[in-house]
C-alpha cells in the first residue's frame, strides 16, 4: 500500500497563493500516477491536476494557467502550486495515488487517498 500525507491547506485572500504538498511512504515503486483532487462542502469530488511518473501533467479547466502540479522523486513529494486563488477554489484538496494502468487524468479513480488538507479563500 502507498501511504500519503498532505500540507500546506489554510486561508489565503482572493488572489493569493499557496503551495500543498503531499508525502508518499511504503510502496511508492508501485505508484505510476498521482494527483491532486479537491471537494467543497455540498459538491462532488473533482480532479485537479494529475501526473504520470513518465509523461505530462493534465489540468482541470478551471485550474489551467493558475495550478501548477510538480513532484520531487528523491524526497517522494508531489507539490501543488496554486495561484490567482478565487473563492470557488476553497475546498479539502486530496492526494491521491496508484499504479500505472494507461491513463492519469483527473477522471481517474485512484486506489490511495491522502486526509485532505482544507484550503479557505477569504
Known amino acids: 500500500d502507498v501511504q500519503l500525507v498532505e500540507s500546506g491547506g489554510g486561508t489565503v485572500q482572493d488572489g493569493g497563493s499557496l503551495r500543498l504538498s503531499c508525502v508518499a511512504s511504503?510502496?511508492?515503486?508501485?505508484?505510476?500516477?498521482m494527483g491532486w483532487f479537491r471537494q467543497a462542502p455540498g459538491k462532488e469530488r473533482e480532479g485537479v491536476a494529475t501526473t504520470p511518473t513518465f509523461g505530462s501533467a493534465t489540468y482541470a479547466d478551471s485550474v489551467k494557467g493558475r495550478f501548477t502540479i510538480s513532484k520531487d522523486n528523491a524526497k517522494k513529494t508531489l507539490y501543488l502550486q496554486m495561484r490567482g486563488l478565487k473563492g470557488e477554489d476553497a475546498a479539502t484538496y486530496y492526494c491521491?495515488?496508484?499504479?500505472?494502468?494507461?491513463?492519469?487524468?483527473?477522471?481517474?479513480?485512484?486506489?490511495?487517498w491522502g486526509q485532505g488538507t482544507q484550503v479557505t479563500v477569504s
Open positions: 511504503g510502496a511508492t515503486q508501485d505508484i505510476g500516477c
Open positions: 491521491a495515488a496508484g499504479p500505472w494502468s494507461g491513463t492519469c487524468d483527473p477522471q481517474r479513480s485512484l486506489p490511495f
